[in-house]
């Protein structure tokens, strides 16, 4: 079966080595039967619970886009040891209103890259519990922490270093197999 991702990159920079690493997921998805399609969070307002009274189509089209998708991948920088404000505004959008959590029983993954060699795990650590709160069972293994070096992945998400393409690959084919278990289980 191949399945659908919506993807949150929680970088909003025009130069984001973030995007790049997208873009390679995306390139060597169809050989883990997933298709990966961006959901943009840019455009979101700061969220606050005033909007819950009348969501604003911004946010409707974010809740839409994820409760459509058989999967939601997370590719995201760390900020300051932590997630970045942008993402989770976007999560925050995703949780609301109140009762309507869009990623309820959704499966998930997360990856980022840093020119760190921590590669983005502590962010990702936080991001789990964030996940964990919303109740999206997420692609525990293996994990994702990719450190970023001068001309590893250009920026139309072609990587140089065959050993990156084999694990991003196998880390893809880890999460096909998520996604079915997560979705076939019985509740
Ligand atoms: C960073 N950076 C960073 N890197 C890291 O490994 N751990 C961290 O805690 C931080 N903190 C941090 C805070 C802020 C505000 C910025 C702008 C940057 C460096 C970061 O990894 C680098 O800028 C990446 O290029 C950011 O990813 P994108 O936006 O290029 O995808």
Excluded: C, M
């Excluded at 909003?12 to 973030?18: A, G, R, T």
């Excluded at 969220?47 to 409760?67: C, F, Q, R, S």
């Excluded at 942008?86 to 020119?115: C, E, H, M, Y």
């Amino acid at each position: 079966t191949t399945y659908n991702v919506g993807v949150l990159v929680g970088s909003l920079s025009q130069k984001s080595i973030n995007r790049n690493l997208f873009r390679a997921l995306s390139r060597l998805a169809p050989a883990a039967d997933l298709t990966l399609t961006e959901i943009p969070i840019a455009d979101l307002p700061l969220y606050n619970h005033d909007y819950d009274d009348d969501y604003p189509e911004v946010g409707t089209a974010l809740k839409t886009a994820i409760e459509g998708s058989d999967a939601i991948l997370l590719v995201t920088p760390e900020y300051n040891r932590s997630v970045p404000g942008a993402l989770k505004n976007a999560l925050d959008w995703s949780s609301r209103p109140w009762g309507t959590n869009s990623f309820q029983g959704k499966p998930s993954a997360v990856i980022g890259t840093s020119p760190g060699a921590v590669g983005t795990a502590v962010a990702q650590q936080h991001l789990r519990s964030i996940l964990s709160f919303l109740a999206s069972p997420e692609l525990a293994q293996p994990e994702g922490y990719i450190q970023t070096t001068p001309g590893l992945i250009s920026e139309d998400g072609d990587v140089s270093d065959d050993s990156t393409v084999e694990f991003l690959t196998t880390w893809l084919k880890a999460f096909h197999r998520h996604i079915a278990k997560t979705l076939t289980a019985v509740d």
